[in-house]
T-cell receptor, first 115, second 115 residues
Framework: DQQVKQNSPSLSVQEGRISILNCDYTNSMFDYFLWYKKYPAEGPTFLISISSIKDKNEDGRFTVFLNKSAKHLSLHIVPSQPGDSAVYFCAASGRYGGSQGNLIFGKGTKLSVKP | DSGVTQTPKHLITATGQRVTLRCSPRSGDLSVYWYQQSLDQGLQFLIQYYNGEERAKGNILERFSAQQFPDLHSELNLSSLELGDSALYFC??????????????FGPGTRLTVL
C-alpha cells in the first residue's frame, strides 16, 4: 500500500520552461513534506520542504505547493535548466502512532531538461 | 557533499554470504537511518537508530540487522544473502530522533550485487 505516489515515472521539459512534478499521498496524518533530488551514483539531496500549515514554500527557482484537501503536492522549477535533470523523490512524514516521523518516499520522477 | 559517508561504495558477493555496510553520520547528528533502493523502487526504510538505540523498524528482513556505536557510526549487517538483496543501500542522518520538520541527509550509498 503506497502512501506516497508519484504517478509520472518521467517528465521531459525544454530548457527555460517550467517543470511541474506531482505527488499524491493517502495518509491524512502526514504533516511535513519534502522533495529530494538524486543524480546517478549519488545519494538523494534535500531540495525543499513544506509543513502542512502552509500551502506554498519558495526557494529560488523551486516552489512547492501543498493542497491538503486534495492530498496533493507539486514541485515547480522555473526556469528549468539542464543541470536539473535528475530523479526527484517526494517524501512525507508525520507524528502519529508508530510512525516515529520516518520519511515515506514515492518512487520518483525522472526529469529530463533538454537544451 | 552531505557530510554523510558510506563504505564501501561497491560490494560484490555470492549468495549465502554475509556483508557489513558502514555509515558515518554528519557531525552532530544523532540519528542514523538505513534505506534500501531496489531497481525501479523508491527508497524503502529499513531501520533507524538514535544515539545508540534502535528507534524504529521498517521493512527490514530478519536476515538483516544493524547497530549504532558510541561514536555514532552505524553498521548494517546483511546475512544469508539472496539474489534479491542486490540493491542500493543508503544511510541518512539527522539531528533529531525523528518526527516532523526533520530533514534527513543522505550518504552516497553502497551498491550491493549478489551473484
Amino acid at each position: 500500500d503506497q502512501q506516497v505516489k508519484q504517478n509520472s515515472p518521467s517528465l521531459s521539459v525544454q530548457e527555460g520552461r517550467i517543470s511541474i512534478l506531482n505527488c499524491d499521498y493517502t495518509n491524512s496524518m502526514f504533516d511535513y513534506f519534502l522533495w529530494y533530488k538524486k543524480y546517478p551514483a549519488e545519494g538523494p539531496t534535500f531540495l525543499i520542504s513544506i509543513s502542512s500549515i502552509k500551502d506554498k514554500n519558495e526557494d529560488g527557482r523551486f516552489t512547492v505547493f501543498l493542497n491538503k484537501s486534495a492530498k496533493h503536492l507539486s514541485l515547480h522549477i522555473v526556469p528549468s535548466q539542464p543541470g536539473d535533470s535528475a530523479v526527484y523523490f517526494c517524501a512525507a512524514s508525520g507524528r502519529y502512532g508508530g510512525s516515529q516521523g520516518n520519511l515515506i518516499f514515492g518512487k520518483g520522477t525522472k526529469l529530463s531538461v533538454k537544451p | 557533499d552531505s557530510g554523510v559517508t558510506q563504505t564501501p561504495k561497491h560490494l560484490i558477493t555470492a549468495t549465502g554470504q554475509r556483508v557489513t555496510l558502514r555509515c558515518s553520520p554528519r557531525s552532530g547528528d544523532l540519528s542514523v537511518y538505513w534505506y534500501q533502493q531496489s531497481l525501479d523502487q523508491g527508497l524503502q526504510f529499513l531501520i533507524q537508530y538514535y544515539n545508540g538505540e534502535e528507534r524504529a523498524k521498517g521493512n527490514i528482513l530478519e536476515r538483516f540487522s544493524a547497530q549504532q556505536f558510541p561514536d555514532l557510526h552505524s553498521e548494517l549487517n546483511l546475512s544469508s544473502l539472496e539474489l534479491g538483496d542486490s540493491a542500493l543501500y543508503f544511510c541518512a542522518s539527522s539531528v533529531e530522533a525523528g518526527g516532523s520538520y526533520n530533514e534527513q541527509f543522505f550518504g552516497p550509498g553502497t551498491r550491493l550485487t549478489v551473484l
